[in-house]
């Protein structure tokens, strides 16, 4: 295996022989001299290649490389003359793999629109911003897995393929092998026949299955798919979805959320120091002063506000919303951007949510009326956490089931959590998507995942 162009970049120039593989992002020709600009998607610089055109027998091949183009270039690094790097290949042979007829290949030279570029999804991350979308993605994905593992939590595989909805929402795809014609509606459907024997969905969620570990191992979390058949075409909603969900033993809605605090500053200052070219490109391409404001979300503590203050805040508003606000209803994305972005310029955890909004397992709070749940909001984005404390109680629980129209067959085991060693414990999600557009300042959630499933949109 060679190696990748972002270490030759920085590398000291040498008369050792060295392969270069990546695609062609520019070509320019001179009387004697053809060079090209090559990138391997290892970062947004590309090596700069000369290559001599006098030699005979590769003339044929240079005319028939151009933007697109898979090469191997051989050659050696010397000092660049360019200011833009400080080693160039001074290449003496070259291999084309692929050819991208520049008649037909989509991706030239011009800036491309996000929006055509979702359209070629598979060439897409061959651009600058996809690129380095995927790199940021990637080291996000790597400190949320150092986080937990420095903490002592355990990662556990939660199904997939699951038979409770755990948000109650009903918002689910079902999986089924029975023929879709006996789905029609026009008789009871014989859930026996199915292959689990009993409807089965994809999950909405992993929570309660890691309710199961964390009451055994006190501290797990689950990284994972999830799937919502919500009819919202946002730029904020994917049917399919990453989530990352810490549970905790022995920790109430006060531990959830500074745990929730800590992990997102930890996992912003991993990006802030390890993504520090992709981050400039995103401050300078993307959104003005991405880099920057995630430093200060990271220096600042995050603000706290109940629910009920939250909605007097934003009675006292002189901002007209589109939705009005009311207790009871649930907080809309202008509510939360006003929240972070005009009166706090921070991000907001909004705690005690009225029950009715909320899902059945969060722990009721002495009120009555509202729960110990806790939604951590963003500038830019709105919500990007939701979590609680959940209810430990065996009798509050079994009655906020019956209240939800839930069925406690269907959560004998859920419930058995409460009957032997229940205590205590909380945890959340963090929309794994969701953040990737927040540290990129993405505006469009489609564009941080490499294939989004959307309403009407399951291409590729
Ligand atoms: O607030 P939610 O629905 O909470 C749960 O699923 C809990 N079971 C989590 C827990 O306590 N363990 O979803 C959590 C987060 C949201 O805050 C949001 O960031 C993200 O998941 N999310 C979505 N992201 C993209 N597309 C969607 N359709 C999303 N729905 C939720
Ligand atoms: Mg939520």
Redesign the pocket.
């Known amino acids: 295996m060679n190696d990748r162009i972002v270490h030759m970049l920085d590398a000291s120039p040498s008369e050792d022989l060295i392969q270069v593989e990546g695609w062609v992002r520019t070509k320019r020709d001179s009387k004697n001299f053809c060079f090209f600009e090559v990138n391997d998607g290892s970062s947004l610089r590309s090596l700069q290649v000369i290559l001599d055109k006098n030699t005979s027998d590769i003339a044929q091949t240079i005319n028939r490389i151009s933007t697109g183009a898979s090469v191997t270039f051989t050659g050696h690094l010397v000092e660049s003359p360019g200011k833009n790097q400080k080693v160039e290949l001074q290449a003496s042979d070259v291999i084309l793999h692929g050819e991208a007829p520049a008649d037909t290949y989509p991706l030239q030279k011009k800036r491309h629109s996000l929006e055509f570029l979702r359209e070629i999804a598979h060439l897409r991350p061959r651009t600058n911003t996809i690129s380095a979308v995927a790199r940021v993605r990637n080291e996000l994905s790597y400190a949320i897995h150092h986080y937990f593992h420095e903490k002592g939590f355990v990662y556990v595989h939660t199904p997939i393929i699951s038979a409770s909805d755990?948000?109650g929402a009903g918002e689910m795809f079902q999986v089924t092998t029975l023929p879709l014609n006996s789905l029609d509606g026009s008789k009871p459907i014989d859930y026996s026949r199915d292959f689990f024997g009993k409807q089965a969905n994809l999950t909405?969620?992993g929570?309660l299955e890691?309710e199961i570990y964390a009451l055994a191992l006190k501290n797990v979390y689950t990284f994972g798919p999830?799937f919502?058949a919500?009819n919202?075409n946002t730029a904020?909603?994917?049917?399919e979805?990453w989530?990352i969900?810490p549970?905790m033993a022995f920790c109430t809605l006060e531990g959830d959320m500074a745990v929730a605090e800590d992990f997102l500053k930890h996992i912003f200052t991993h990006v802030l120091e390890h993504c520090e070219e992709d981050m400039a490109f995103f401050t300078k391409w993307v959104q003005k002063g991405v880099a920057e404001g995630l430093q200060q979300v990271v220096e600042k503590p995050f603000i706290h506000l109940p629910y009920t203050d939250a909605v007097e805040l934003l009675h006292k508003s002189p901002k007209e919303f589109e939705y009005p606000v009311a207790w009871g209803h649930d907080l809309q994305s202008e509510h939360e951007k006003y929240l972070t972005e005009e009166i706090f310029k921070a991000p907001v955890i909004v705690t005690d949510y009225p029950k009715e909004i909320k899902?059945f397992y969060m722990k009721l709070n002495d009120d009555g009326k509202t729960v110990r749940a806790m939604?951590v909001l963003v500038p830019r984005l709105g919500?990007?956490?939701?979590?609680?404390e959940r209810e430990s109680r065996y009798d509050v629980l079994s009655s906020r089931l019956k209240e939800q129209d839930l069925r406690e067959d269907d959560y004998w085991w859920y419930l058995d959590l409460r009957r032997y060693g229940s205590v205590p414990h909380a945890?959340?999600?963090?929309?794994f998507?969701?953040v990737v557009q927040y540290v990129t300042g993405m505006q469009n959630?489609r564009d941080v995942i490499p294939f989004p499933r959307t309403v009407h949109n399951a291409e590729f």
């Open positions: 755990c948000e909405v969620s929570q890691a999830t919502r919500e919202s904020r909603h994917l049917a979805f989530m969900e549970e899902a939604d919500e990007i956490i939701g979590g609680s945890g959340f999600g963090l929309g998507d969701r959630i």
